[in-house]
């Protein structure tokens, strides 16, 4: 089972590699030929104009794109978990509506809060927090991300928190945020590490991760339901970190880091002979293929926004505040 599966993620990566190159120029002087490495100067991703300017363009596209579930009207604005999510999300809803979207309603944000980090190369991204008008009192965490200057600004994640949740940021005198290398010795979790530290506490528990919806309670929720009269549920899962899915962390307030990551799930459940695995919805079936006989295998993309506590700060647990996740495919056997 591949861990970097999703759409557009070849693409992005080529891009990157030719972005990069292009970064590095030729500058004459008096004194002769100086290389200047673009590439190295510390930038704000974004202003805050930019900012607003990128989240009403995925907000109008990501409504065309519900309205009519077709993706390839949002297919420039979302990358990453989220385009995997919302690509099979619209792809389930035009099989079982061809005409559309019989229960569309708009997307609004408003009290928007953008949190830009300045870095150096590319790519480059930025912090949306915000209302929406769906969600109850939920804050909207969405990270916009782009590889070069040229590039249209894209979603790769989208998580809801509830209120009161979403950290203060640590700033410079500007205004500017922090964002954190993912290979840091400083957090209680080495921030490259907490997908694959994630998925191995779902699957054996143990230490690292607070208690919560998330954590415990998902765990028991599976416990629960591996084995049932007749059927018995299998989970795999695993850390999904290249490409347009790798971790993107910002430093807080108090010297920790809210870090976004994606992990990958399989859920196989079997039927004992005799018996049927149970009819499974409309957008299940949408994503379907072969016949369900005496299985059905379903892939899920989840998307997580965590803090992660300074070393030696406190608690040393991973908290999860909010986790987003969508089926992307399925097998019937």
Same mark, same amino acid.
């Given at each position: 089972?591949s861990?970097d599966?999703?759409?557009r993620?070849?693409?992005?990566? &080529?891009?990157?590699?030719l972005v990069?190159?292009s970064l590095?120029?030729l500058?004459l002087?008096a004194?002769?030929?100086?290389v ?6 510390v930038l704000?991703?974004?202003t ?16 065309r794109a519900d309205k ?6 949002d297919?420039d604005?979302?990358?990453?978990p989220l385009?995997a999510?919302?690509e ?9 509506n061809p005409?559309g ?8 944000f408003? &009290?928007?809060r953008y ?9 480059r991204?930025f912090l ?8 109850g &009192?939920a804050?909207?965490?969405l990270?916009?991300t ?6 249209r600004?894209?979603v ?9 949740k979403v950290p203060?940021f640590?700033?410079?005198k500007?205004?500017?945020?922090e964002a954190l ?6 957090f209680?979790?080495n921030?490259a590490d907490?997908?694959?530290?994630y998925v191995?506490?779902l699957?054996?528990g ?8 998330h954590t415990s309670a998902w765990?028991?929720q599976?416990e629960?339901?591996k084995?049932r ?19 993107v962390?910002?430093?807080?307030a108090?010297?920790g880091a809210?870090v976004?990551f994606?992990t990958?799930?399989?859920?196989k459940?079997?039927?004992?002979a005799?018996?049927s ?5 409309a957008d299940v ?7 369900i006989?005496q299985?059905?295998?379903?892939e899920?993309v ?7 506590p ?8 991973v908290?999860v ?9 399925a097998?019937?056997?």
């Open positions: 089972m861990t599966r999703g759409p993620r070849l693409r992005r990566l &080529d891009r990157s590699a990069a190159a590095t120029a500058s002087t004194s002769g030929c100086v200047v490495h673009g590439e190295r100067e704000p991703g974004a805050e104009d930019e900012a607003a300017e990128a989240l009403a363009e995925f907000t109008s596209a990501y409504n009519s579930y077709d993706s390839s009207l297919a604005h979302v990358t990453g385009a999510i919302d099979a999300r619209l792809k389930a809803g035009h099989v079982n005409g979207n019989p229960n569309h309603a708009p997307l609004e408003s &009290d928007v949190t830009i980090p300045k870095k150096a190369g590319w790519p991204w949306a927090d915000a209302k929406a008008n769906r969600g &009192d804050r909207w965490l990270v916009f782009r590889d070069g200057s040229a590039d600004w894209e790769s994640y989208l998580t809801l928190v509830a209120p009161g203060q640590k700033k410079d500007d205004g500017w945020a290398p993912v290979e840091s010795a400083e209680a979790m921030v907490v997908s694959k530290n191995t506490y699957a054996e143990g230490d690292g991760f607070a208690t919560g919806t765990r028991q599976r629960k339901n084995e009269p007749g059927l018995v549920t299998q989970y795999i899962d695993e850390p999904l970190t290249g490409g347009d899915y790798a971790p962390a910002l430093r807080t108090d010297g809210l976004f994606t990958h799930h399989y859920e459940q079997t039927a004992a005799g018996t695995v149970p009819t499974p919805n079936e949408a994503l379907t293929t072969g016949e006989k299985s059905l295998t379903m899920f989840s998307n997580q926004v965590a803090l992660d300074k070393k030696g700060s406190g608690s040393q647990e908290t505040l909010g986790r987003i996740q969508g089926l992307t495919s097998k019937g056997e």
